[in-house]
């Protein structure tokens, strides 16, 4: 088997591996097929890319596995039109798919490297519609409220108020809460006329949310 085809039976078995975990959706499917988690994980982890699991990234975070990125993609029911912020931008994987189904992208990191190196395989990649900045993402990004859809990829005790008030009427908004690194669970909050809807998706386990700066 050639290297070329052994890399296609992984992305296949990867796709497979997505479809078994609940990620049917046709849209968010062809967008994790189109986006190479590869181009995200570096080092020792490179090789296994394609599985189903977490793995180190820099500054002492993780890049989500790749079942729970279709999920809350999933859940946050992305249109062509929506402008969306996500709070964590990690190795900026969750970034990217996002980028291939919305609008326009904002996301922020309290790690300037992680923003910072994000940013360049973004450029590499030729994702020309999304925007990367270092910032304290508990407090959102109120210069560019309101948004259509939020993803929050780390855990807070509660819905943080700013990001609540930047969602717009009827817009979507997933993020993991918990008291906890070990009791966590993914809600979907809808932004109505009246207030806001709570639903409750499953559980997850989710570094915390630190409000300020990281100092690297």
Known sequence: MTEADELAQRKMQFLF???SKGVT???VLAAMERIDRGAFVRGIF?????EDMPLPIACGQTISQPSVVGLMTQA???GPRDTVLEIGTGSGYQ???LSILARRVYTVDRHRRLAREAQAVFEALDLANIVSLATD??????DQAPFDRILVTAA???PPGPLLSQLKIGGIMVLPVGQSDTVQSLIRVTRTEDGFDYEE????RFVPLIEGMAGD
């Open 201 to 204: 998706l499953r559980p997850v």
């Open 95 to 97: 970034a990217a798919i």
């Open 156 to 158: 807070a005790e509660d």
């Open 137 to 142: 993402g508990s407090r959102g990004l109120p």
């Open 46 to 50: 490179a090789e296994r890319a394609y």
């Open 25 to 27: 959706e046709a849209r």
């Open 17 to 19: 591996a997505l479809r």
């Open 76 to 78: 946050l029911e992305v």
